[in-house]
């Protein structure tokens, strides 16, 4: 399914006409749109967003790919990188941001069943991959053409039934923090990006049957000595203090007092202000809005309906003015305001349609 669809009010879809017609390419951004391929997907999208109006233009298929269902873009821009979760492989791309369109580069296996999750470090030099089934982390070297070389760590994370969820590199780009769900643990490592080595550094232990699954760390000098954890069974965040090693806090809910159903949490992330943090829950269908303290701590002071069923990612374009939630067993992809004064959100009555989109991502 690929419809594009607009909830407006019939006096703005005139007012925005013109933009929908013709957007002026100075006021739009390319976004990539990660999928599952099992209903009718073909891989990873493009769609064109307006920065100034929110709406969502040129839906097209970038590349066929077998489940990219997480994606990162080579801080340098001209490649693109994404995990094949159903044939355990890590693919590189060459971008043609003019066409939209991207070229495979090659693949490489990264040793374990289900990727799920990649980062590449600041300088492009080096690739992390999470392994979902079996719980495990691989690196890769990559090259100046934008290639993968040969695999260069594997490790196993220990335990009955270990699942690797995320990888994150450190803005100072001398650590990469993995969270291990099935084992209740982030790993921290210390990294070498010219030889794509890591060792690990140190454990922090979740609550018992948390499952951590992503994190954000927090912005600027002073925000960088927290991170936020979110932890995807027992839909919470815990807060770490970040020095020598992760340090536990404190841990909040996504969830309003009032819900008592079932919930996943899936998606964290900071907001351009940094007063603000996001995080997307499945069951509940929302996304929560969290104040930020000069202290670090958070708050809950909105959670507002995703606009779909079970929003598995969401990212914040550049400007901070807009967010867009994938919607996974909806087939759709919801545009949402932020206001740039309380960090609420307010659905814009903009979507697109698609099927089984899991992972949003703005280019530089």
Request: with cysteine; proline share 6%; hydrophobic share 40%.
């Amino acid at each position: 399914m690929t419809r594009v669809r607009s909830l407006l009010p019939i006096a703005l879809l005139l007012a925005a006409a013109p933009f929908l017609l013709g957007a002026h390419k100075e006021d739009t951004r390319t976004v990539y749109l990660g999928t599952y391929t099992k209903k009718g997907s073909q891989g990873i999208y493009t769609v064109r967003f307006n920065e100034k109006t929110g709406a969502l233009t040129q839906l097209q298929l970038a590349a066929e790919s077998a489940d990219p269902s997480f994606l990162a873009l080579h801080p340098s821009g001209p490649y693109l990188y994404a995990v094949n979760e159903g044939t355990a492989q890590v693919s590189a791309f060459s971008v043609d941001s003019a066409a939209g369109k991207l070229t495979l580069l090659n693949q490489k296996p990264t040793g374990g069943n289900g990727p799920c999750h990649l980062a590449l470090d600041s300088t492009g030099r080096m690739l992390a991959v999470a392994n979902y089934d079996g719980g495990s982390l691989a690196t890769f070297p990559v090259g100046l053409d934008g290639r993968l070389g040969d695999r260069k760590t594997f490790i196993q994370f220990p335990g009955a039934k270990p699942h690797g969820h995320s990888t994150t590199f450190t803005a100072d780009n001398q650590l990469l923090l993995v969270d291990d769900l099935g084992g209740d643990a982030t790993h921290v490592y210390k990294i070498t990006p010219d030889t794509a080595e890591i060792t690990e550094a140190s454990v922090a232990a979740a609550n018992p049957g948390a499952g951590p699954r992503h994190l954000a760390i927090g912005p600027g000098k002073a925000g960088s000595k927290f991170v936020y954890v979110l932890n995807e069974l027992n839909s919470t965040i815990s807060r770490y203090s970040f020095a020598a090693a992760l340090e536990k806090l404190d841990t909040v809910s996504t969830l309003p007092p009032s819900f008592h159903g079932k919930n996943s949490g899936a998606e964290i992330e900071f907001g351009s202000k940094d007063r603000y943090l996001y995080a997307s829950n499945r069951g509940h269908d929302s996304i929560a809005v969290f104040e930020v303290a000069p202290g670090g701590v958070i708050r809950l002071v909105q959670d507002t309906a995703a606009g779909g069923h079970t929003p598995r990612s969401f990212a914040i374009d550049p400007s901070g003015k807009w967010l867009l939630a994938a919607n996974q067993d909806s087939d759709n992809i919801v545009v949402f305001h932020i206001d740039p004064k309380t960090g609420w959100l307010k659905q814009a009555g903009v979507e697109i349609k698609l099927s089984s989109p899991v992972c949003v991502l703005f280019a530089h």
